[in-house]
């Protein structure tokens, strides 16, 4: 396949191609760097999330300027993320609170209601 495309939309697609890759190296630093679980949730989760709008945005400017009609088929992935993305990081969450707290320790905050008798 042939992609004559313009210099502007190409120039477009790479940086946010570039700025994709940027967003995924800081949040792999920030979960590198940071001490606690809690803080590590955040920025994989933004960061991720972004670079992947970034990514999408791309692809739709690439692929509408290639078949010459608006391609809106990447939005699904976006969407899907946007989802998937902020359930997987409050069940991570609560997962690991849950664990510190059987575990016994002095900071896990106390759950807000009694457990139930079988």
Do not use: K, Q
């Not at 001490?35 to 992947?52: E, G, I, K, Q």
């Not at 993320?81 to 896990?108: K, N, Q």
Request: charged share 10%; aromatic share 10%; glycine share 2%.
């Amino acid at each position: 396949m042939n992609a004559n495309l313009p210099l502007w939309i190409e120039a477009i697609v790479a940086v946010l191609l570039v700025l994709s890759g940027l967003f995924v190296v800081i949040s792999a630093l920030g979960l590198l760097c940071l001490p606690d679980f809690f803080l590590r949730l955040h920025p994989p989760a933004l960061a991720y999330t972004f670079s992947s709008w970034c990514v999408t945005l791309a692809s739709i400017l690439y692929f509408s300027a290639l078949e010459a009609r608006l391609a809106l088929h990447p939005w699904l992935i976006s969407i899907l993320l946007c989802i998937s993305v902020p359930v997987t990081t409050l069940l991570l969450a609560r997962v690991a609170l849950f664990r510190r707290r059987t575990m016994g320790y002095a900071d896990a905050p106390p759950p807000l209601s009694a457990p139930r008798d079988p």
